[in-house]
Each structure stands twice: as structure tokens, then as C-alpha cells.
């Protein structure tokens, strides 16, 4: 049974940061690709950032390139995602998941097999 659980969010004012991160249960955790999504109020969940099995390859939403950093442990079975110089239309639960057949990373939501319960991000003007 594969468990993401993120942390991480909270009240921030425009311009700040947060860091997320997403711990994930499974001995395989070092194979999967990970990704973040968000779901603001009377939106579709949408994609963020993804990063591939080894770190090394990734892809971002437009809206958030050089704002935001995804990043992983493997020895740690963590996801993170570094958000830099907040706005407020960055306001939404934000989720992790994982895709546990493919080492890639994607933008696509039916590539993810398993999600956590997500976290609150606010920023306020």
C-alpha cells in the first residue's frame, strides 16, 4: 500500500516562500516519478512540476517556471517543492503523486496512480 502524505502549507503573504514536501511510503519510491498538482476553488486540479526517478530530469507549468523548484530524496522517500516570490493566484490545495510505472516525469494527471491528501497553500495580497 503506497501513502503520500504532504505537509508544508500555511498563510503566507505575496512574495514569500514555502517549502512542500510530500513523504511517500513504498520500497520502490526511488523508481517512480513524482509530481505536484493544484486545485484552487472552482478549478480543475492542474500540474505544476514534475520530476523523473533520478532527479535529474524535470518540467514545470508555465505559470510557476522560475518561481518554483521541485527536487527528491531517495534515501529519504521525499518529494519537496520550493515555492519563491508567492502570488495570490498561487492559492490552492496542493497534492502530490506519484506515477509508479514510468520513471519520467509528466504533466499528464492520468500518468499518477496514487495521490496524497494534500495541503493548503494561501497567499495573501
Known amino acids: 500500500q503506497v501513502q503520500l502524505v504532504e505537509s508544508g502549507g500555511g498563510l503566507v503573504q505575496a512574495g514569500g516562500s514555502l517549502r512542500l514536501s510530500c513523504a511517500a511510503s513504498?520500497?520502490?519510491?526511488?523508481?517512480?516519478?513524482m509530481g505536484w498538482f493544484r486545485q484552487a476553488p472552482g478549478k480543475e486540479r492542474e500540474f505544476v512540476a514534475s520530476i523523473s526517478w533520478n532527479g535529474i530530469s524535470t518540467i514545470y507549468a508555465d505559470s510557476v517556471k522560475g518561481r518554483f523548484t521541485i527536487s527528491r530524496d531517495n534515501a529519504k522517500n521525499t518529494v519537496y517543492l520550493q515555492m519563491n516570490n508567492l502570488k495570490p493566484e498561487d492559492t490552492a490545495v496542493y497534492y502530490c503523486a506519484a506515477d509508479r510505472e514510468r520513471g519520467l516525469p509528466s504533466s499528464s494527471r492520468t500518468r499518477y496512480d496514487y495521490w496524497g491528501q494534500g495541503t493548503q497553500v494561501t497567499v495573501s495580497s
Open positions: 513504498g520500497r520502490t519510491f526511488s523508481s517512480w516519478a
